[in-house]
Every structure is written in C-alpha cells, then in structure tokens.
Nanobody, 117 residues
Framework: QVQLVESGGGLVQAGGSLRLSCAAS????????MGWFRQAPGKEREFVAS????????VYADSVKGRFTISRDNAKNTVYLQMNSLKPEDTAVYYC??????????WGQGTQVTVSS
C-alpha cells in the first residue's frame, strides 16, 4: 500500500521557520517529480512547490518564492520543504503528492502549519 506521510508542522510565530518532511512507503518515488501543496481553511488546495525526480529543477508558487526551499533524498524516499520567514497567510495543512498530476489515492493526512502574527 502506497503511503505519503507528512510531518514537521506546528505552531510558529511570524518570521519563524519550519522544515516539513514527506516520507513515502509502498513504492519508490525516485523517478517521479514531487510537489508540496497546501489548503487553508475555506480555500481550495493550492500548489506550493515542486521538484524534478533528480532534484535538478524546482518550481515555486510566487507567494513562497525566496522563502521556501524544496529538496529530496531519493535514497530515503523523502521530500522536504524548508520554510523560512513564515507569514500568517502560510497557515494551512500541507500535503505532498506526485507532480504535476497528483494521484487521488496518495493524498495523506497532511501536516498542520499555523503561523501566529
């Protein structure tokens, strides 16, 4: 059974940092581009960042560019999201999935990020 398990979220003050992890099990994702997505209360889930299978190409939403960094360790089947200079508007549940076409059955529980002002 394929599982993507997100972790690392929490409560942080504005300007703070968090590092999210997405651990995959059940199959290897080393040949897939992966992405981070987030969903704030009352809003649609949105794209945050993506990384190619090799890690050589990354793409960011304009809202997080320059503050967030996506990376991956294929040996550990894990994708990371380093989030710096956090803002209250970054508050959301963060998910990882295959990119650019997320697979419905792969959505996990996500990890809650709350940024206080």
């Amino acid at each position: 059974q394929v599982q993507l398990v997100e972790s690392g979220g929490g409560l942080v003050q504005a300007g703070g940092s968090l590092r999210l992890s997405c651990a995959a099990s059940g199959r290897t994702f080393s040949h897939y581009a992966m992405g981070w997505f987030r969903q704030a209360p009352g809003k649609e889930r949105e794209f945050v960042a993506s990384i190619s299978w090799s890690g050589g190409r990354t793409v960011y939403a304009d809202s997080v560019k320059g503050r967030f960094t996506i990376s991956r360790d294929n040996a550990k089947n894990t994708v990371y999201l380093q989030m710096n200079s956090l803002k209250p508007e970054d508050t959301a549940v963060y998910y990882c999935n295959v990119h650019p076409k997320p697979i419905t059955n792969y959505w996990g529980q996500g990890t809650q990020v709350t940024v206080s002002s």
